[in-house]
């Protein structure tokens, strides 16, 4: 399925590019991935998936409201509860240290550090998880009080400011509560708590869709500033394909499942391969008429001028 991805870019790994963080070392590969909900009858939810996600990559996973998406995504980091059951398959993660991380292999431990340091996530509907007896800035510094117990007070308190300015946010927001912030303010202070351990990958899963479309799309632009900041790869999640055009490099399309289609976001858009996609693509109307409508990407992004 990969066979015409070109990389806009080859860069030494090590050293991520701060203007275009899209390269060609494989961040995270999963191979032969399956889930199973265990109940009665039994549900198939992630069938055999097997994908290369690049460094600096936003990959983005489209599908109809069942096909998997979330499994795949809680699978990726074992955030999966029972009855969910990984019956078949591995994902490894390279990290930049040069270490391969078997996720399937690690204790709790492990993954407790995993977890923020390599690899955060956005949940769906996450600017309504924020806690509304605590301000946002003390939320904030959880997450450094818990992963970073050496850092000083001092420390945090810079780290708070610096995340809240970088998101849009603000640092003179940091004594806010979540009800005196919009949808689209409480989802980039998410956004900020996502980002605060630098972490290699972010899993967004559907972290606009609640938003209006003008808040969306400021909040998409602000995640593709800093992904060329800071050079971590994303993972993409919507039903909205439309909006993946615009923000990804590559897109999977998942269907009962399984990975029917992956291919750049132009090559998607201009010549789909499965049925599935174009029945997906042609539920758009906005795609679907004047060609125009999609801006289209080339790896180098255009969006953060
Ligand atoms: N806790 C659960 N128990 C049983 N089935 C589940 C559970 N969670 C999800 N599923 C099923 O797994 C499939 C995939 O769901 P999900 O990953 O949430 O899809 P998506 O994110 O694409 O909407 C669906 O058929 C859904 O009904
Ligand atoms: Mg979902």
Redesign the pocket.
């Known amino acids: 399925m990969e066979g015409g991805y070109e990389p806009a870019l080859h860069v030494e790994p090590e050293r991520p590019p701060v203007n275009d963080a899209l390269t060609d070392a494989p961040l995270l590969t999963v191979s032969g991935y399956s889930i199973v ?1 265990d ?1 009665e009858p039994p ?1 198939q ?1 992630v069938r055999d998936v097997t994908l290369t996600l690049h460094r600096g990559e936003i990959l983005g996973l489209a ?1 109809e ?7 795949l995504a809680y699978g990726i980091q074992r955030l999966l509860r029972p ?2 059951v990984i019956t078949a398959g591995s994902v490894v993660f390279h990290d930049e240290d040069g270490t391969h991380v078997d996720i399937n292999a690690l204790d709790v431990k492990a993954l407790q550090r995993f977890r923020w340091d390599k690899v955060s996530m956005v949940f769906q509907g996450a600017m309504n998880a924020l806690n509304p007896v605590a301000d946002i800035g003390s939320q904030l510094e959880d997450v450094f009080t818990v992963h970073r117990p050496g850092m000083r007070r001092r420390e945090r308190k810079a780290a708070i400011a610096e995340l809240l300015d970088l998101v849009g946010v603000g640092s003179e927001r940091a004594r806010s509560y979540a009800h005196e912030l919009s949808g689209g303010m409480r989802q980039r202070v998410m956004i900020a708590m996502a980002l605060a351990l630098r972490p290699q990958l972010m899993v967004m899963d559907e972290p606009t869709t609640a938003l209006d479309v003008l808040v969306q799309r400021e909040i998409l632009q602000k995640i593709s500033e800093l992904r060329h900041q800071f050079g971590f790869s994303v993972i993409f999640i919507t039903h909205d394909l439309p909006l993946l055009l615009e923000i990804s490099d590559r897109i999977a399309v ?1 269907k009962d ?1 399984a990975i029917v289609e992956l291919a750049t976001a132009e090559d998607l858009y201009r010549s789909p391969q499965h049925p599935y996609t174009r029945r997906l693509l042609s539920s758009f109307p906005s795609l679907t008429g004047a060609r125009g409508a999609y801006a289209g990407r080339t790896g180098s992004s255009q969006e953060n001028a």
Do not use: D, F, N
Not at 65 to 71: E, F, L, R
């Open positions: 909900y109940v549900v939810a599908g409201s069942g096909s998997g998406k979330t499994t009855p969910a998942m499942g």
